[in-house]
């Protein structure tokens, strides 16, 4: 597609229930990010994709938060049990280019997920 | 630790002036990016212009250019001849080690530009 996707653009949750939170990147983008964005704040970094290969997952607050992109292009963000402290907006963003040449992000309208 | 620190939580403006956005990091790097985003009320993150560490000349984009600072560590964002469109938040961010620039963003500034 022309940008990137993500799905669905609102989720309310009811305290413990899991979600899952999907980004569709540009068709042939290598690398794939999630970031977390709490009310007022910058995104912060959840984790990395290079194609399939997760690189980075230094970002996951807990082993709650698992994502994927078993075939190198669709990703899930899955939140198990999920707490209050998870409602955030999530933000996912691909770019054709690996490395430190890698400024050529583009982030989708991200899922605002409530917890309640 | 890498940090960005952007120090107005809001700014405004007159159309058609211009406007400075500060923004100062720390890092220990020797190479990093430095980059600015706008989010508008919609949602995504738009990119708006990138300076690396090693660049001499300050970054320029359309009416957006990077006023970088290496001694005093700051990027302050000019925005020039603002429009009613550039009402948004703005994040600073720096690209972290690790050779992919997983990027580390500050807590952003709303600008709203009022006519």
């Known amino acids: 597609g022309a940008g990137v996707s993500q799905s669905p653009r609102y989720k309310v949750a009811k305290r413990g229930q899991d979600v899952a939170l999907r980004c569709d990147p540009i068709?042939?983008?290598?690398?794939l990010f999630w970031y977390q964005q709490a009310l007022g704040q910058g995104p912060e970094f959840l984790t990395y994709f290079q194609n399939e290969a997760q690189l980075d997952k230094s970002g996951l607050p807990s082993d709650r938060f698992f994502a994927e992109r078993p075939e190198g292009s669709v990703s899930t963000l899955k939140i198990q049990r999920t707490q209050q402290e998870d409602s955030a907006v999530y933000l996912c963003?691909?770019?054709?280019?690996?490395?430190?040449?890698?400024?050529?992000?583009?982030f989708g309208s991200g899922t605002r997920l409530t917890v309640v | 630790a890498q940090k960005i620190t952007q120090t107005q939580p809001g700014m405004f403006v007159q159309e058609k002036e211009a406007v400075t956005l500060d923004c100062t990091y720390d890092?220990?790097?020797?190479?990093?990016?430095l980059f600015w985003y706008k989010q508008p009320s919609s949602g995504e993150m738009i990119f708006l212009i990138y300076?690396?560490?090693?660049?001499?000349q300050n970054a320029t984009e359309g009416r957006y250019s990077l006023n970088f600072q290496k001694a005093r560590k700051s990027a302050n964002l000019v925005i020039s001849a603002s429009q009613l469109g550039d009402s948004a938040m703005y994040f600073c961010a720096m690209s972290s080690s690790g050779g992919y620039n997983k990027l580390i963003f500050g807590a952003g500034t709303r600008l709203a530009v009022h006519p």
């Open positions: 963003a691909s770019s054709l280019m690996t490395g430190t040449e890698n400024y050529g992000y583009t």
């Open positions: 890092t220990s790097d020797p190479s990093y990016g």
């Open positions: 068709s042939g983008h290598v690398s």
């Open positions: 300076q690396g560490s090693y660049d001499q």
